[in-house]
């Protein structure tokens, strides 16, 4: 039987490889171990699949002792009494309710085995590419697709790759981002853990397009599991020649390096991953001339998202008819979503472009965990926003997305239920540009940092109604004034947590009370003296002094003398310290 | 600061395999200062006047990228580095009370040391684990779905190690 353990950073961070030593202690050695990527239900890692001819057993939260009954269970080839170890029908809907292209491998191949790439047609687009097509025809094909920038803009693919090709010069770049630096957002790691092929092939079939003859991946450094995978891939696909000089006997030759990123949001902005590839401070430039025009080295230069090429090879091989017969009118095709937050079912979701976003969350997401009420779902990171509960029905669609003032993004999708503030979230965000702001042009440097400053005020209970209008009014001359997309963009969470929560920012102002209990500086306790037993303990932690009592009597705290910093709350063994 | 007055005596060879591939094309910077971190632990000034030197790149330069990007430190740091992620999906599930029980365990702040040079706070942005969220990294190992208790029961087990050794 072949069994196959999920290792993702992922699957790896809930304890993947004890169970896959554990495994490879305990199983007859006429098994095949082998292991894959991230199949994307996170909620449910570490998961083992056994194929036992055309069967699929696929056992989900697999501890060590699981792990133990799953190798005895293969050896004596009866599941019979493993049922409740395996996944759920209800489970399995996460999956099979996907359309899955540039996911289609992960989870399902090892990534560093080039022979279970090959084995599923891999580098026959490429094949096709360099031996059938030309160039126009295959940035026609793109064309045809529909395919868009998967790295949150949307522009269309074929058109930079059409502007690079006509750009003047021999020697052209073609580079891609996987400077995945949304938080909240972790398919580009995903892919290159769990497929890195898919992602060569496509970044192949970019440099035939556009003409280019080397290829830079330029990755995070925080991905280390990925950096390895990569490396590993590019070494395999250069010793079979599909890396290298004259590639399939052709005059198409093509080289990999890869850069490590080293740490700064505003690399994601293309002029600025420029920079930082050429050794200095990521500072996006003006533009133009464009990348296309004048990128890396000042020579024409592409780049595109790991989604984006992940979903190249599949164009190739099927047709782009068959691509852009998926999704809605402006938006062709799939998008990759990373599911995360207060959900029930967190992980990676692949759904055709039209279906709404309650489809997503309620449908697929499994809902609210722990049965509480959904607030707010932020979509695209910091440079988003947060999509309220009143338009959930919204389709998933760069224009409609857009409407609501979020925006589709990289596909981060981190969902809120009543205990988060959107103040806090804004405030968050905004804490977040301000650091990553790369302090090139006043309205990004400074007006952060002020807005961060009020937003601090209202959180603190300090805000007046002034401060709302003031908000409003630097938000907008931040978006007009800034240079690059992180500047143009930051003002979005607050913009849209204003648009759809303003009774939030009202309360925080007016009744200083904050009604998700997050903001500190609102947050009262108290004990109850019926359940406190006098043991003196939260007395102890508080650092303020505010609790007073003697041993074995009722305690009680000095709302005049507390910071409202819950050190009581997690003292207290018997349940007796209240929020008010 | 005076960079030339630096007290540091760090053993330049061990950057030389590096200089020989790197050190010609000023645009391999990052890569020669990320494997001078991996080398030293952090870019000690004499490094760094080493590097600017070999590669004819100027110190301002240098010390401009390095403070750019989140990734490269100008101290040392403690044997073991905590990065505690302070992604959005953290940040709503909780990550900032981590924070305060690792840090009050400590007794240190963000970007500080302990004093037995053991521990490392740094917070980070987002490490990708989203779904197993809140999480930190302790060198090379992750650990997920947190709890303040969880936590500091990860970093005492560490210390208690250490100690043994």
Redesign the interface.
Known sequence: MKIAVGQG??G???GALKAFEVLERKLNKDNELTFTGCIGM??L?PIVDVYNGNELHRFVRVTSEIAEKIAKAVNRGDFSDMGEYEISDDDKAFLSSQTRIALRHCGVINPEKIEDYIGDRGYDAIKKCVTEMTPEQVIEEIKISGLAGRGGAGFPTWFKWNAARNSEGSEKYLICNAD???????MD?AVIESDPHTLIEGMLIGAYAIGAKEAIVYV?????LAVKRLKKAIEQAKELGFIGDNIFGTDFSCDFKI???????VCGEETALIE???????MPRLKPPFPAQSGF?RKPSNINNVETFANVAWIIQNGGEKFAEMGTETSKGTKVF?????INK??LVEIPMGKTLRDVIFGIGGGIRDGKKFKAV?MG?PSGGCIPESLLDTVIDYKALAATGAIMGSG?M?V?DES?CMVGMAK??LD?TAK?S?GKCTHCRIGTKRMLEILTRITDGEGTAEDLTLLEELCNSIKDGALCGLGQTAPNPVLTTLKYFRNEYLEHIENKRCAAHECVKFRKYKIDPDACRGCTACARKCPAGAITGAPKSVHKIDPNICVG?GSCL?ACRFGAVEVE | MNFYESKVDSDLTLLEPTLEKYGDAAENLISVLQSAQEIYGYLPTDVIIHISQRMCVPIVKIIGVATFYSQFRLTPIGKYLIMLCKGTACHVNGADGIYEAISEYLNIKDNETTEDGLFTIKCVACLGCCSLSPVMMVNDDTYGTLTPEKAVNILKTLAEKEKNQ
Do not use: H
């Not at chain 1, 995945?180 to 972790?186: I, L, N, Q, S, T």
């Not at chain 1, 990373?338 to 207060?342: D, I, P, R, Y």
């Open positions: 950073s992922c790896i961070a809930a996170c909620y890692e995945e630096g949304d938080p909240g957002a972790f790691r995070r450094a925080e991905y280390p850069k490590a990123g080293a740490g700064a949001f930082s590839l050429e050794g200095s401070r990521g080295l990373a599911l995360t937050g207060k967190g992980g932020q990171g981060g981190v809120m988060t968050f965000f977040f990553e790369c910093c997690s």
